[in-house]
């Protein structure tokens, strides 16, 4: 099992940034990561990901040129930027990571997942 742990999480007005982090307890640097986040009364949503190379970054629409995934394979840990934030970013933001290498936008395609953490944007 690969326990993940993610922080950074909290209240920011709308505008303003937070930086998620996500470290794992075990190597990861043959593994794709990501976020996915839910809102209240809302399904599950793929946000971003980067593949174990970290040459393949997808995003989703709405955080496109806002958001920016990054890792550090030296730390086991991965990273989202958030900038510009909007009222409907708020939510509950999870890491996770694939048993393979190719990043996908697929919720099922992920193995692990952290516990979550709160991101709420006030306007």
């Known amino acids: 099992q690969v326990p993940l742990v993610e922080s950074g999480g909290g209240l920011v007005q709308a505008g303003g940034s937070l930086r998620l982090s996500c470290a794992a307890s075990?190597?990861?640097?043959?593994?794709?990561m990501g976020w996915f986040r839910q809102a209240p009364g809302k399904e599950r949503e793929f946000v971003a990901a980067?593949?174990?190379?970290?040459?393949?970054?997808p995003y989703t629409d709405s955080v496109r040129g806002r958001f920016t995934i990054s890792r550090d394979n030296a730390k086991n840990t991965v990273y989202l930027q958030m900038n510009s934030l909007k009222p409907e970013d708020t939510a509950v933001y999870y890491c996770v990571l694939k048993q393979g290498r190719l990043a996908t936008r697929v919720v099922t395609g992920y193995n692990y997942w952290g516990q979550g953490t709160q991101v709420t944007v006030s306007s």
């Open positions: 980067i593949s174990a190379s970290g040459d393949s970054t």
């Open positions: 075990g190597r990861t640097f043959n593994n794709a």
